[in-house]
């Protein structure tokens, strides 16, 4: 444990002195600061107001930014350190290969999740500062579901970059990766519906497979419950999960789809010609 704590605390300071950091903080800090700027903290859509409606639009914002960060940066982590020679020099430290592993994992985890969360924690001191009523039940629930996104792209990005044997390759895969989960979302599922004449729950029950998916539903579902805006697919859904187990498994899935994709990467990562 010593030696994972050690590893994931030199990948956390090498991430803050790298340049991707200052752009990703950056990225989500200027998100919230152009919402209040636009006045999105005031405007009242659906019923929502002040800082619910400003969670609910950078959540949505965070849906498409956040895992493409994550991947791109996470990536380069095994691939880059094949192509630098670190594993040479890794084999002849006192350090196993799990600890080395899981180490930057957790320490990448802290790198892309805390601004994240920093970035809400900053929009409801601003709120507070304001004097507005603070939505404690959003800003809690959409904070673990940031975690639980960012948890499963970390995962899928470390497969990626254990698959790669360069660090273009990874990146460019982790795009395509990206891509398609963000092009296989309710239109493209709908067109395939239509064409295939698929059953709507099968269609529903693939679209439930994508992580992107999951995470979008779930933000809908705190500001219209019935989901209303998923059309009749929405029937399928509450039907079979419910409300709560909905939320329940919007939380549980993609952390579990993390850990597999980071299991199935440490195993490969034994089992390869680490030079």
């Not at 152009?34 to 849906?63: D, H, K, N, P, W």
């Not at 948890?151 to 990874?170: K, N, Q």
């Not at 509450?238 to 440490?266: E, H, M, W």
């Amino acid at each position: 444990m010593r030696y994972l704590w050690l590893t994931a605390l030199t990948d956390i300071v090498e991430s803050l002195r790298a340049r991707w950091f200052l752009i990703y903080t950056l990225v989500f800090g200027g998100l919230v600061v152009v919402l209040f700027a636009y006045g999105l903290a005031e405007s009242r859509i659906m019923g929502f107001t002040g800082l619910s409606r400003l969670l609910l639009t950078y959540i949505q914002l965070a849906m498409a930014i956040l895992p493409v960060f994550v991947l791109i940066t996470t990536v380069r982590s095994v691939a880059g350190d094949r192509e630098a020679g670190v594993f040479e020099y890794l084999l002849s430290l006192p350090i196993p290969l799990s600890a080395w592993f899981w180490g930057k994992i957790f320490g990448r985890f802290f790198v892309v999740f805390m601004p994240v969360f920093l970035a809400l924690v900053g929009a409801t001191i601003w709120g507070l500062i304001k004097g507005g009523e603070i939505p404690w039940d959003l800003l809690i629930y959409y904070s673990a579901l940031l975690m639980a996104l960012a948890w499963c792209f970390l995962g899928i990005g470390m497969l990626i970059s254990t698959l790669a044997r360069s660090s273009d390759v990874a990146q460019g895969a982790a795009f395509v990766v990206w891509l398609t989960l963000l092009l296989f979302l309710d239109l493209i599922l709908l067109g395939v519906l239509i064409q295939e004449h698929l059953p709507a729950e099968t269609a529903v029950m693939i679209a439930l497979i994508n992580p992107m998916q999951v995470f979008r539903t779930a933000t809908m579902m705190l500001f219209d419950p019935q989901l209303v805006l998923l059309g009749p697919s929405a029937y399928v859904i509450l039907d079979t999960f419910g409300q709560a187990g909905y939320i329940t498994y919007a939380l549980i899935y993609p952390i579990v789809v993390g850990v597999i994709c980071a299991s199935v990467g440490y195993f490969l990562f034994r089992r390869s010609d680490l030079p």
